[in-house]
């Protein structure tokens, strides 16, 4: 059973609150933390009544991780994310890693709850390194064509000088 919850803010307070509204009405009665940035907790007052700031001015990471939380014990973490599949907030899923709790969520705009494992963590980190390194190597192949094609293909039509206009 769900009874305390974290709530890391890094969505726009429009969706915050249908996010806030549906774990009222999926976990009645659990408590509910919220974690936000400096600039953001005054908002977050009207949500809840217990509000973590997060003290750095970066975005959320494995590396900086909260000493105020380590007291702490949630049943739930919940990251809200600003599109479907949760793209783009790997930094937001690892650094859940580093908080104390019995099961990690995301809650996209269409309010689904999926379950995020430290596995799925891990897997979408590795995957997100990978198709980083394939992209890299293929913009070096792309660069090394335009390199070396480039003036080849210069040299071998004389850079268009040369050739008489057919009318």
Not at 21 to 48: C, M, N, Q, V
Request: one cysteine or more.
């Amino acid at each position: 059973m769900i009874k305390h919850i974290l709530v890391i803010r890094c969505t726009n307070l429009q969706h915050l609150d249908k996010v806030f509204s549906k774990l009222r009405a999926e976990f009645p009665g659990a408590a509910i933390t919220l974690l936000t940035h400096r600039h953001g907790a005054a908002a977050a007052a009207d949500y809840t009544d217990s509000v973590v700031v997060y003290p750095y001015t970066e975005n959320y990471g494995f590396f900086r991780s909260l000493k105020s939380l380590d007291s702490m014990n949630f049943d739930a973490i919940v990251v809200p994310v600003g599109n479907v599949s949760g793209s783009g907030f790997l930094n937001v899923f690892l650094f859940t890693l580093t908080i104390k709790a019995g099961a990690r969520f995301m809650c996209n705009l269409p309010l689904e709850l999926i379950p995020l494992s430290r596995l799925n963590i891990i897997s979408l980190m590795l995957r997100n390194t990978v198709y980083t390194a394939a992209s890299g190597v293929m913009a070096a192949a792309a660069g090394a064509v335009l390199l070396i094609g480039w003036p080849v293909f210069t040299l071998l039509t004389k850079g268009g000088r040369g050739r008489k206009e057919v009318k």
